[in-house]
């Protein structure tokens, strides 16, 4: 998903991106599990395992000043993913 992201970032204004490791938090280990990748627009579920392009668009127009937050498992993408 983050590879993705970082395609639609090149013709597309991305609010800032945040990649959150979910193994390493116990709460967001509980609500996500295993449905990493989860891609987070204020706190709210866009999209999981992979990036749900036309729902991100549609967001975006609706508010733009969001925040995206990109949940990952270590194990998936390792410790330390940015784009």
Do not use: F, N, W, Y
């Not at 609500?31 to 992979?50: E, F």
């Amino acid at each position: 998903m983050l590879g993705e992201l970082a395609v639609l970032g090149r013709s597309v204004a991305l609010p800032p991106i945040e990649v959150v490791d979910v193994d390493a938090d116990p709460l967001l280990q509980r609500r996500h599990g295993l449905d990493v990748p989860v891609l987070l627009l204020d706190g709210s579920v866009v999209c999981r395992h992979r990036l749900d392009r036309s729902e991100l668009m549609r967001l975006l127009r609706a508010g733009p000043d969001d925040d995206l937050q990109a949940l990952s498992s270590a194990r998936a993408v390792g410790p330390k993913t940015s784009l």
